[in-house]
């Protein structure tokens, strides 16, 4: 049965009949759905009302999807699933590299869009119910990660913008300090599926953020041919 969640999701993509189909997809799902052609459309759209999530296709007209990627992701954390062409790696690998917190390829299992979806959504968003980790902050090297309120400030107290995937990357390693993740698991941890065979995904969250971490000095070092290590202490409070 389907899980009704009743998020606002913004679809970006130039093909009607793709539009027609996945708001038909999403809306049976308990989605509400704004779907959109252009980058122009995308923009009106999110000035009106913040989605919960976009899904944004590569392939548009004028500005192309990479590009929108990264627009909103610098000024934003808004959950984002790019849709490529024929799983292209360098698409995939570059929508990453701009911000996005998943990809699909195209033509897609309708469950596997609904699976994605609900996974980056569980992600970007607090538990809910209370619990043992309301509340709880992670320090080291003098940063503190809110898992309360998913937000990252650094020793100076400035709020650091994580996306989702980022996010995730970071409270794995925090649970796990001075032990070398393999990428495999750490795709897992974030992304919740199983990895592809030379998958580089996890490499591109990584340096991603490490470019965040990088006034911490070395943060994550890399194990050649295992995996990643957290390198300092972590204390919970």
């Given amino acids: 049965m389907a899980e009704t969640l009743g998020y606002d999701i913004l679809l970006v993509d130039d093909d009607g009949e793709i539009r027609r189909l996945v708001s038909k997809l999403l809306r049976e799902d308990g989605h509400r759905v704004t779907s959109v052609g252009s980058a122009v459309e995308m923009r009106e759209a999110i000035a009106r009302c913040t989605p ?16 929108l990627c990264r627009e909103l992701r610098a000024s934003s954390s808004l959950p984002i699933i790019m849709l490529t062409a024929k799983g292209d790696d360098v698409d995939r690998i570059v929508g990453l590299e701009m911000g996005a917190d998943d990809y699909l390829a195209k033509p897609f299992h309708p469950r596997e869009l609904l699976a994605r979806i609900r996974a980056v959504l569980r992600r ?65 941890a974030t992304r919740n599926r199983d990895a592809e065979p030379f998958d580089r995904a996890i490499d591109v969250q990584v340096s991603r953020l490490r470019r965040k971490l990088e006034t911490a000095g070395e943060v994550i070092k890399t194990v050649r041919g295992a995996g990643y290590l957290f390198v300092p202490d972590v204390e919970r409070t």
Avoid: N
Wanted: aromatic content about 4%; proline content about 5%.
């Fill in 124 to 188: 970007a968003r607090p538990s809910e119910g209370g619990g043992a980790k309301t509340g709880r902050e992670i320090r080291f090297a003098g940063w503190c990660l809110d898992t309360a309120r998913r937000e990252l400030t650094d020793p100076r107290g400035v709020v650091i913008d994580l996306s989702t995937g980022e996010y995730d990357l970071l409270l794995t390693f925090l649970e796990t300090p001075h032990r070398v993740l393999s990428r495999e698991l750490l795709l897992d």
């Fill in 52 to 67: 919960d999530l976009v899904l944004l296709d590569v392939m548009l007209p004028g500005t192309d999807g990479l590009t």
